[in-house]
Nanobody
């Protein structure tokens, strides 16, 4: 059974930092493209960042470029999202997701999802 478990969310002031983690089990982690998505209340789930199998290539949404960094540790089946210079508009539930096929910004391309972790950024 595939499990993706996010952690590291919380409440932070604008300008602060958080590091999200995603622990994966039940899948060949090193053979999956991984992504972070987020969903704010009343809005659709949106792409944040994605990373290839080896971590050699990443893709970031324009809204987070220069502030967020996606990375992975295949030896520990873990995915990370370092978030710096947080803004109130970054407030959302953050999800990690996995797919074995391609680097993608599209939610429908991902086969597996975690339950999410709440990130709240106060002004």
């Amino acid at each position: 059974q595939v499990q993706l478990v996010e952690s590291g969310g919380g409440l932070v002031q604008a300008g602060g930092s958080l590091r999200l983690s995603c622990a994966a089990s039940g899948l060949a982690f090193s053979r999956h493209f991984m992504g972070w998505f987020r969903q704010a209340p009343g809005k659709e789930r949106e792409f944040v960042a994605a990373i290839t199998w080896t971590g050699s290539v990443t893709d970031n949404a324009d809204s987070v470029k220069g502030r967020f960094t996606i990375s992975r540790d295949n030896a520990n089946n873990s995915l990370y999202l370092q978030m710096n210079s947080l803004k109130p508009e970054d407030t959302a539930v953050y999800f990690c997701a996995a797919n074995p096929h391609l680097l993608s910004r599209t939610t429908a391309r991902y086969d597996y999802w975690g339950q999410g972790t709440q990130v709240t950024v106060s002004p």
